[in-house]
């Protein structure tokens, strides 16, 4: 049996947006992508395996494959199109590219939402706890190091602003 809703509202990037005759299944992911023409967090694995559809949900950074669509009514959803109003660059998505920490782009904006989350809650992290945190995070070109290279100059620089 297919159940479909007649119509709910999602906060996504501080803005409501409407989602109508859906599948109560649907994932946040395809809602974002399918219906609200957010295709800036990419589907792979859809298993939460891979972190390329890493969104933050009321600034917890999660696998918006695995979260419902429906069960996100309420809450702040934040993309990564959301981390770059009006199409200038975030900080950290201007260290990706200026270190060359993007290759196929597959796995960045999951990985740039990620970062962002991290440095929200920890802006001046260890190493260790910059792996730990992009651990969930799949690359399969960088072979990491210029990805960990950006973080570390975004690192630099907002402690540099700071004192
Ligand atoms: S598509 Fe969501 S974790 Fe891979
Ligand atoms: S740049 Fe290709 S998967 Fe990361």
């Known amino acids: 049996m297919t159940e479909t809703t007649a119509f709910y509202e999602l ?3 501080g803005s409501r947006r409407e989602v109508r005759d859906s599948w109560i299944g649907e994932s946040l992911l395809y809602v974002l992508r399918e219906r ?13 395996e891979c972190g390329s559809c890493t969104v933050m949900l009321d600034g917890d950074a999660v696998c918006s494959c ?23 660059p975030s900080d950290v998505q201007r260290a990706f590219v200026d ?9 960045t904006p999951g990985l740039i939402v990620a970062v962002h989350h991290l440095l929200d809650n920890n802006p001046d992290p260890t190493m260790i706890e910059v792996k730990e945190a992009l651990s969930g995070n799949i690359c399969r070109c960088t072979g990491y190091g210029r990805i960990f290279a950006a973080v570390e100059t975004v690192v630099a620089v907002r ?5």
């Open 11 to 13: 906060n996504v990037n």
């Open 159 to 163: 402690k540099g602003a700071r004192s």
């Open 66 to 88: 695995l979260v419902l669509s429906a069960s996100a009514v309420g809450s702040e959803i934040l993309t990564v199109e959301g981390l770059a109003p009006n199409g200038e």
């Open 99 to 107: 270190q060359g920490a993007v290759q196929c782009g597959f796995c």
């Open 36 to 48: 609200l023409g957010l295709m800036g967090s990419k589907g792979a694995c859809e298993q939460g």
